[in-house]
Structures are given as structure tokens and as C-alpha cells.
């Protein structure tokens, strides 16, 4: 059977059965190419699948014991929701020099005391990916290295080893001959990747893919790769930050919202403990704009520092920067205070950032920003034991957040005395008997009292 040709974007994917010159999908210009998927069904050995595959009742249907297996980094095994799941495709993000290639050959030591490995570098010789290995102290003998780009190649030596793990680095390197297009295109990229979801789903390999990030923070190649694979996570901070935040976008098998916390040392990513205490220590003292949040990542409490620095600007209009937290959200929560709190803000540039790389995206944060935002404006430190919580409405009113109380629990672990909150939540809240609870129910009523707060305390100093 004759295949049909077709137009695909380079960009996002789309495809049409015509040529466009600004792609439908995206917008683009010039993006559409052409393509001509495969003639032929993929053979059983080039893809893992079975010819005497056939359908199953759910009731009928085995659920193995070892459905998951741990990596040996608990923080990772947190992010995929307790372990990895057998024949499941999971893709890597993150910039270049963060620690995608670093994480997955360093599980390869726990992982290959019980499992085989094939990994495969489209980027490194056999040489290199030794020396990195010698440096991370990986001894295993269950560790295959392959250095190709060929999927075809690939495939035989996954047939030939039958590996329980594969590890891909990168799916931009990667090239099927049945498709006349260069490495890293969106036709390459996706049909490498699914023939490696073939593999995964018919052979019960688990497959990890990594995929590098673009200028505007998204995986190179078309956003389709993320709708196909099982489990998606982005490495998170800079390069030159010795923390890295390991976040979860897609996961089919565990939550969306966990974080785990890692640590760039000279032997490569150590997990984080605790990283409440991590991201506050070595907080200045004493200095206007800083406050402190607690974020619920997943089934836990993450402390977080915002600083907030405003100064008066020197053009005709003020800049606005943002780190960390959305910038929309911060313009939005800037128009709040100016409104409603009365703070002259018109004429002052905001920076705004989050200490330690962490991004902050839920609403119950908004207090935190507001109070560095007004102690920044108003010139006065607010003391290192109070936290924030609660989401600010375009009213200027505090409402309740989720899951308060267990932010008030990770505050009090760390040694806070004392929170702003929602009004209408403290009734629900317990704490210790020297925690205290200011409950308000207005950003302005929060300004106030916090003005008033700090004013005592420097006085008392």
C-alpha cells in the first residue's frame, strides 16, 4: 500500500494534507514540510510489538507484584509517585548542564543490582559516558553503553539484550531511515519515540527519554512528544544554582504536584531531606522586602523566601520583573495593593524573586508577595518568624486557601511563632500554644497590622 504524503509543522506537529505557508497549528511561517510516513507496518523486531497480541477482559488482567521498583533516589521516586513503573516512557526536560543525563545515570547504580540497562548516547562517546560514570561512582555490571543514533541499531541491540531499563540522551539526536528528514525534527522525534513506546508498552521495558529545552521553555521538537509519553518532568533553577527542583507536568501512574528537591555536588545530584530548611538558610536579617510562604507541592509543605525590591524608577515608566512567580500574577496582585492598600506603586520599579529557584504557582502564595511587595514599598523588615497565607482577590479580600493546616504544621517544625491567615479559616486551625494567628481579611487590614507589627518590634529593639 502506497503511503500518503503529507505537510507537518516543524514547530508544533501539525499536520495537513496541503502545503500552507503560516501554519493553521501555531502561527508560524515557512514551518510546513513535507512527509511521507512509512509504507510498510513496522516488523516485530524493528518495534517489540507482538504479532498474538490480543484484547483482555479488565477483570482477567494480572496486576504483577513488582508493578513498581524504586531508582534508589527518594526524591526522584517521589516525583514519578513512588517508583517506576514497568513498561511505562518517561520523558526528561530541562536546560542544558542542569542534571538530566546526571540523575539517570546515577539511578543506574541502585537500578542495575537487579535489573539490566541498556543506555543509549546520541551525544557522548562510550569514553565519555565512562569518565561521568567513574566520577558518580557507577560500578554496575548490569550497564550497557551504547553510542548510536540509529533507531534501527538501537532496536537490535534492545532485542538482543533484553533489557529491562533503556535510557535515551537524547530523542532529539535519534533518526529513523524511513523518514527523509534531519535529526531533531519533528517527524524524527516522533517517530522515534513511538517506536520506543512500542517497545515499552509490548515488552514491559520501562524507557526513559531525555529531551533538551528551548530559548521559551519548552522541549524541543513538536508538543506532541509530551502527549505521548506517560510521565513528563522538567528540571527547574539555573545552572549555576546548586539546587535543582525536579517538577512533575504529566504523570499517568501519581501526581502532578510533587516536587523533589535536589542538590548539585561534585558527585553529582543529592536529594534533599528537607527542603524547607534548605531553601530559607542564610536569609538576611533585618531587610525590608522578604517574606516567607509555604507551597503545597504534592503531600508536602515547602517553605519558600520572597524578596521583593522597590526602588524608585527612573524612566517614565516603572519596570516590573518576576523570578519565579508568574508575571501576570504579580502585575494583577501590584494593581491590588495600589487600589485597595493605597500604596504608591505607580512610580516605583518591582523586581521580584523567589530565593533558591523554586517557582511558585498557586494562588494561596498571593499574601506572601503583597507583604514583600509592601515592606519593600514602605521600607520596614519584617521579622523571620512570620508566615503568609492566602489567596488576595481583585477586591483586596483574603480568602481561604488549601490544605492551611499543614502549612501552619511545616512553619512550626521550622520554628516560626507566628502567620498571617484568612479570616474566615482560622476556626479550622490548631496550633501550639506560643504560635500565634493573625487572621485578617483584607490586603489593606494585612498592611496595616503588619506596619504596625514591625514598627513595635523596632521600637522594642
Avoid at 503583597?370 to 477586591?395: H, N, R, T
Wanted: proline share 4%; with cysteine.
Amino acid at each position: 500500500m502506497k503511503s500518503k504524503t503529507i505537510f507537518l509543522c516543524s514547530d508544533c506537529g501539525y499536520e495537513s494534507a496541503k502545503w500552507f505557508g503560516k501554519c493553521p497549528g501555531c502561527g508560524n511561517w515557512n514551518t510546513m514540510s513535507e512527509y511521507t510516513p512509512p509504507s510498510a507496518v513496522p516488523s516485530k523486531a524493528k518495534t517489540g510489538i507482538s504479532s498474538d497480541n490480543k484484547a483482555d477482559t479488565l477483570n482477567s488482567i494480572d496486576m504483577q507484584d513488582a508493578e513498581r521498583f524504586s531508582t534508589g533516589e527518594e526524591e526522584f521516586d517521589r516525583v514519578l509517585g513512588g517508583g517506576v513503573v514497568r513498561g511505562s516512557l518517561v520523558l526528561v526536560g530541562g536546560d542544558p548542564g542542569i542534571g538530566k543525563s546526571t540523575i539517570l545515570l546515577q539511578i543506574c547504580e541502585h537500578i542495575g543490582k537487579s535489573r539490566k540497562i541498556l543506555y543509549v548516547s546520541g551525544e557522548e562517546s562510550k569514553t565519555q559516558i565512562k569518565m561521568r560514570a567513574s566520577r558518580l561512582n557507577v560500578k554496575t555490571d548490569n550497564l550497557y553503553i551504547l553510542a548510536d543514533t540509529d533507531m534501527g541499531n538501537i532496536m537490535e541491540n534492545i532485542n538482543k539484550l533484553s533489557p529491562e531499563v533503556v535510557i535515551i540522551d537524547s530523542v532529539q539526536t535519534m533518526r529513523s531511515d524511513g523518514v527523509n528528514s534531519p535529526s531533531g525534527s519533528v517527524s524524527q522525534v516522533r517517530e522515534a519515540t513511538i517506536t520506543l513506546m512500542n517497545v515499552a508498552k509490548s515488552s514491559d521495558i520501562t524507557v526513559f527519554v531525555i529531551g533538551h529545552v528551548t530559548k521559551d521553555g519548552s522541549i524541543a521538537g513538536p508538543k506532541v512528544l509530551e502527549h505521548m509519553v506517560d510521565c513528563v518532568l522538567y528540571f527547574e533553577g539555573e545552572s549555576n544554582i546548586h539546587y535543582r527542583i525536579l517538577r512533575a507536568v504529566k504523570n499517568r501512574f501519581g501526581s502532578v504536584n510533587e516536587i523533589g528537591v535536589f542538590r548539585m555536588t561534585s558527585l553529582g545530584l543529592e536529594g534533599v531531606e528537607n527542603p524547607s530548611a534548605a531553601l530559607l538558610e542564610g536569609r538576611p536579617q533585618d531587610v525590608s522586602g522578604m517574606s516567607v510562604v509555604c507551597s503545597i507541592e504534592g503531600t508536602r509543605g515547602v517553605m519558600a523566601e520572597i524578596q521583593a525590591l522597590v526602588t524608585p524608577t527612573g524612566f517614565g515608566n516603572p519596570r516590573r520583573m518576576s523570578s519565579g512567580v508568574d508575571y501576570n500574577r504579580m502585575v494583577l496582585l501590584l494593581a491590588v495593593l495600589e487600589k485597595r492598600a493605597h500604596l504608591s506603586l505607580y512610580n516605583q520599579d518591582v523586581y521580584l524573586n523567589v530565593a533558591g529557584g523554586l517557582r511558585l504557582i498557586e494562588p494561596c502564595v498571593d499574601l506572601g508577595i503583597c507583604a514583600a511587595v509592601a515592606s519593600g514599598c514602605m521600607d520596614f523588615a519584617i521579622p523571620p518568624y512570620i508566615l503568609f497565607v492566602g489567596e488576595v482577590g481583585l477586591a483586596g479580600e483574603v480568602r481561604n486557601g488549601t490544605q492551611i493546616q499543614k502549612r501552619i504544621d511545616e512553619a512550626q517544625k521550622l520554628g516560626f511563632t507566628a502567620a498571617f491567615v484568612p479570616y474566615s479559616s482560622v476556626k479550622d486551625i490548631k496550633v501550639n500554644d506560643d504560635f500565634t494567628l493573625y487572621p485578617v481579611k483584607s490586603v489593606a487590614q494585612m498592611v496595616f497590622l503588619l506596619k504596625k507589627i514591625c514598627t513595635v518590634k523596632t521600637d522594642e529593639e
